[in-house]
């Protein structure tokens, strides 16, 4: 009997030993008609560069979808980017710890034919952590690490509702020094059609997984999320969930 739930998002077998797979034919995603945002840095963060843009339209899916996605990721990983997402694991599970510190651990193949990465993404609290001025009414921000190199990146995704489902924009950003170092590598994460890839999935998956959840009413099991943000008084802004743990006696 385990005593712990293993959260391979249904795989039991983590080693890898697939077959190198071409990426599923996919349509990209329109890009939004109001223009991307200036962004800004807030004070505290001006020593530090974006180097990732993104903007999309995600038909069919809604912020709501999203947010849930974020502490339900193992019912549906390897359906974001079919054949290139290769093993995931919460090593801080959000149904324990909450939503803010948990941690995703996986192995992705960020480009056709490209390393298979090991990715370790931290999920950070907006309060003392969102880097711009500008910002939509749901947030998300991960910390990652690739294998053993030191320098962070950050992903921002942040998201709107809109008459055919939602606006994403993601705002992604290292601090200069990081950047130096990291300047070999930033071209295959930001030019690689991985982002557009997981990004083609979402319309295509996420309305059924999370339709098919709603039935199980479980919050240690279907955990919910809620990223939406408010402004705070002085400046800055923070969730206005809480998005603590569901597993009864933690």
Known sequence: ?????????????????????????????PVPEEPFPDFSFAPGF???????????????????MLDWWWNNMEKGYYLWAPG???????????????????????HEQTAPGGPIAKI???RLDV????????????????????????H????????????????????????????KALAPMIPLFSESPHHD??????????????ELWQMNHDPAQNVPCDLRVRPKEGGGIEYIAKNGPTVAGE
């Open 197 to 210: 890839y997981e990004m083609a999935q979402f319309p295509v998956f996420l309305p059924k997984l999370y």
């Open 152 to 179: 962070k990146l950050t992903m921002v995704h942040m998201y709107e509702a809109k008459s055919y489902g939602t606006r994403w924009i993601t705002a992604a950003y290292c601090s200069k020094e990081a950047a």
């Open 46 to 64: 001006e020593d530090n560069v974006i180097v990732m843009r993104k903007h999309h339209e995600l038909h069919g899916v809604t912020p709501k």
């Open 120 to 122: 370790d993404v931290k």
């Open 1 to 29: 009997m385990y005593n712990k739930y293993l959260f391979n998002a249904g795989q039991t077998d983590l080693s890898m030993k697939g077959p190198e797979l071409p990426m599923n034919p996919y349509t990209v995603v």
């Open 127 to 150: 309060d003392g952590n969102y880097p711009y001025n500008e910002y939509l009414p749901h947030v998300y921000i991960g910390e990652g690490t690739l294998g053993d190199i030191p």
């Open 84 to 106: 290139h997402h290769k093993t995931f694991d919460w090593t801080v599970a959000p149904n324990v710890h909450g939503y803010v510190d948990s941690i995703e651990s996986v």
